[in-house]
């Protein structure tokens, strides 16, 4: 079960809330970003499917990216990802990614998806932020 803090925002992005719901939140100056895995989540192996933890990825550098799309959206230019371990149906899978630079339109990120403490994903990106 997710702590009672974390948020979704439904209809911002119909992807993500047809493969989700995904949540975050604000911790400190960081972006926090989870979801608890779910049937829909799995694949025909019983654990979560590997597009759905890059499609949670995503979520996550976005969200890191655009600080929560404060006024701007993004676009993913790249991304890199390597499995290292199994997500597990009704588990919380988390992310705190990692703005490594920011340049005028571009900011690159880094980070790992955590399942039950363990790194089953990392990643790194390249996002174009998309100013309203």
């Not at 499609?55 to 929560?68: Q, R």
């Not at 630079?101 to 790992?112: A, L």
Request: with cysteine; charged share 20%.
């Amino acid at each position: 079960m997710l702590p009672i803090d974390y948020q979704t925002e439904p209809g911002f992005d119909p992807a993500e809330d047809h493969i989700g719901p995904f949540y975050f939140r604000r911790a400190e100056d960081q972006m926090d970003c989870a979801f608890l895995t779910e049937p829909h989540h799995c694949n025909t192996n019983g654990t979560v499917h590997g597009g759905v933890l890059m499609t949670f990825a995503d979520y996550a550098l976005c969200m890191a990216a655009t600080d929560g799309y404060s006024g701007e959206s993004c676009v993913t230019v790249s991304f890199s990802s390597e499995f290292l371990a199994a997500a597990e149906l009704d588990q919380v899978v988390s992310c705190i990614p990692r703005v490594n630079r920011v340049t005028g339109s571009m900011v690159f990120v880094t980070g790992e998806i955590l399942c039950q403490s363990e790194i089953c994903l990392t990643f790194s990106a390249v996002v174009k932020r998309l100013r309203s």
